[in-house]
Nanobody, 125 residues
């Protein structure tokens, strides 16, 4: 499956942004999807995930209550709605997909076989 992320940009602290990730080349509903992010000089870190069956969602503590992940299987797209943004949220955001990831491994980048190209989110204070 191929993933194409979009929606990044420059936003002021406290603002909102919605990222999108469009998938092609696979059966979208068969994949669990996640958003990771990577700030300069830091390792890639988990932000949010949504499972393929049932659509259960999971969040890193750092974004819980501010970010919402959702999916539209009819449009083959996963979204990340971000609000209450701070400078700590500045990073390149990547979407990822896996048809095999298990619940205990949702936050592990190595569990995802497919990745989008990343979209830059910059929060100005």
């Amino acid at each position: 499956v191929q993933l194409q992320a979009s929606g990044g940009g420059l936003v002021q602290a406290g603002g909102s942004l919605r990222l999108s990730c469009a998938a092609s080349g696979g059966t979208f509903r068969d994949y669990s999807l996640a958003w990771f992010r990577q700030a300069p000089g830091k390792e890639r870190e988990f932000a949010a995930a949504i499972r393929r069956s049932g659509g259960s969602t999971y969040y890193a503590d750092s974004v819980k209550g501010r970010f919402t992940i959702s999916r539209d299987n009819a449009k083959n797209t996963v979204y990340l709605q971000m609000s209450g943004l701070t400078s700590d949220d500045t990073a390149v955001y990547y979407c990822a997909a896996s048809s095999r990831v298990i619940l205990s491994n949702l936050g592990n980048p190595s569990a995802y076989a497919f990745w989008g190209q990343g979209t830059q989110v910059t929060v100005s204070s």
